[in-house]
């Protein structure tokens, strides 16, 4: 696995919703070889473990890195408060991403809440035909649908509360919309039990699916193993380090009922 280690500088920071927040680094290193679906290990002052952030996009041209990250504890509080000129100490890119096939296949990107920004570098490679379903609590924390736009892809939003698009979970929708479209590959990631379902839809319909698993991790280098999560093959079930094998893996390797 290549990764190194970098200071980004912070060159723009929005909170585009409440404790929600998009960064744009300039990390040249990571930039370079980073690809859709990996993630940054970032240090926050006074903690000895990193926060580990998907990328949400990367330009190797610019020498920029985009995470997008929600306040979850003491460590991302720390970095909401960095501000525009400030460094970030990254360890990237990490972890195993996406597999993406030809750019003319039909897919379908699931996401749910925080677990959406990962997947714009997916819609971006598939532009037109792409369709990205992303479900929120509500309107005012639903992310990232003008950037979906932007790449071409085909947006439908649920929000749990109605407040904004269809009432309901991204699976209600997800179902509905492989009833009635050709699909080639679905691409998820967010709440366990979301994919859970994306996964069994996937296998009803024998849609190839990946998804990327959400663990808490330690190193983020495979050091440590906190971060497994239950796999299995033909040789039986295994605890799989999810910042080394992982993030994506095929929806068919997770023990999905362990």
């Known amino acids: 696995m290549r990764y190194t280690q970098e200071l980004g500088k912070i060159l723009n920071?929005?909170?585009i919703a409440k404790g929600t927040f998009d960064v744009t680094l300039h990390s040249p290193e990571i930039a370079n070889i980073a690809v859709a679906?990996?993630?940054?290990?970032?240090?926050?002052?006074?903690?000895?473990?990193?926060?580990?952030?998907?990328?949400?996009?990367?330009?190797s041209k610019k020498g920029i890195l985009r995470i997008v990250f929600e306040i979850r504890g003491k460590g991302t509080e720390w970095l909401s408060r960095l501000q525009v000129g400030d460094n970030m100490d990254i360890i990237g890119p990490l972890g195993h991403g996406f597999s993406l096939i030809d750019s003319s296949k039909k897919a379908?990107?699931?996401?749910?809440?925080v677990g959406t920004p990962p997947l714009l570098p997916v819609a971006q490679f598939y532009r037109e035909n792409a369709t990205v379903i992303?479900?929120?609590?509500?309107?005012?924390?639903?992310?990232?649908?003008?950037?979906?736009?932007?790449?071409?892809a085909k947006t439908i939003?649920?929000?749990?509360?109605?407040?904004?698009?269809?009432?309901?979970?991204?699976?209600?929708a997800l179902e509905q919309y492989l009833n009635e479209n050709e699909c080639d590959i679905i691409y998820t990631c967010g709440p366990k039990v979301m994919m859970r379902s994306v996964a069994r839809l996937a296998e009803n319909h024998g849609i190839t699916c990946q998804v990327s698993m959400e663990e808490r991790m330690g190193c983020g280098v495979g050091a440590c193993l906190c971060c497994v999560c239950p796999t299995k093959d033909g040789k039986g079930k295994h605890l799989t380090r999810?910042?080394?094998?992982?993030?994506?893996?095929?929806?068919t390797e997770v023990d999905w009922d362990a």
């Open 242 to 251: 999810v910042c080394v094998n992982g993030p994506v893996f095929s929806s």
């Open 157 to 172: 939003l649920c929000t749990d509360d109605g407040s904004a698009g269809i009432h309901g979970f991204t699976t209600q």
């Open 134 to 152: 992303t479900g929120f609590r509500n309107a005012s924390a639903a992310i990232l649908q003008g950037d979906f736009e932007k790449a071409g």
């Open 37 to 59: 679906g990996q993630f940054v290990n970032i240090l926050c002052d006074g903690f000895t473990l990193r926060r580990p952030i998907s990328l949400c996009g990367f330009d």
């Open 108 to 113: 379908v990107i699931v996401g749910g809440g």
């Open 13 to 15: 920071k929005t909170e």
